[in-house]
């Protein structure tokens, strides 16, 4: 069963101040992969725009928004002493239809929940810097992150079994020199100064379950990406939004 928490005080903001408060008093490091997919067509508009791609509603309007699930795996980090390897987290949320002032609408912040409250803590210190945005809703859950997988013709992630969210990515045939995704090199991930490049596969599902903002989509946006950022970076200013 999922179970929503209160945010702890390195968590405690909906802009993560916080959180970049007590990242700013220690060491820290991520090297992190991410299986991500979102509703806008792929790719997703969000890297190069400020706002989302336009949806066609029932009513005859269009609206934008972008609504994702990113499953996160550390490969290798630490905040100050504790260890972070391995540790896994899963954001889900909508960017909103304009985020031209550095404004999203929403986002569920989900631990593992085998990570210890230190870890959600240095994860939460982190993720100030690698989204240095403001929220209008910010909250934490703790779930399963069950199945994190990938090779070089798809990824799956699922939350709870499935339950409570779903990320599944397919290499699509055709569209590369060599029977391997197509990568996009040199484009910033967010607040990250460096990444190996965005692996792309259109998903075939992605999926936030629980709620009243629960979603889905097919076919839409999806890839796969490595990012790399530490304390250094963020003292010497290297972070920055997505724009």
């Not at 959180?19 to 509703?39: F, G, P």
């Not at 239809?97 to 929403?106: L, N, R, T, V």
């Not at 909250?139 to 939350?159: F, H």
Request: proline share 4%; glycine share 8%.
């Amino acid at each position: 069963m999922r179970r929503f928490l209160t945010l702890s005080a390195a968590l405690l903001v909906a802009t993560f101040s916080t959180a970049r408060l007590a990242s700013q008093q220690s060491d820290w490091a991520m090297n992190a992969t991410v299986i991500e997919a979102c509703t806008c067509p792929m790719f997703c508009q969000c890297y190069f725009d400020s706002k989302p791609a336009a949806h066609h509603q029932h009513d005859g309007k269009n609206t934008h928004f972008c609504r994702f699930n990113n499953a996160y795996r550390i490969n290798k980090g630490n905040f100050g002493a504790t260890k972070l390897d391995g540790t896994k987290f899963w954001i889900s949320g909508d960017l909103g239809g304009d985020f031209s002032k550095a404004q999203m609408d929403w986002a569920v912040v989900t631990f593992d929940k085998t990570m210890t409250k230190a870890q959600r803590e240095g994860v939460g210190a982190m993720l100030a810097h690698l989204f240095p945005v403001k929220w209008n809703s910010l909250t934490t859950a703790e779930g399963s992150i069950d199945t994190w997988e990938y090779n070089k013709d798809g990824a799956v992630a699922t939350l709870d079994g499935g339950k409570t969210a779903v990320v599944r990515l397919r290499r699509q045939d055709g569209n590369a020199n060599k029977p391997e995704p197509p990568v996009i090199m040199n484009l910033r991930y967010w607040g990250a100064p460096r990444n190996d490049g965005f692996v792309l596969m259109p998903n075939e599902i992605q999926a936030y379950k629980v709620g009243p903002k629960a979603y889905e989509s097919k076919g839409t946006n999806g890839f796969m990406l490595t990012l790399d950022m530490n304390s250094k970076d963020v003292a010497k200013g290297k972070s920055s939004t997505m724009h």
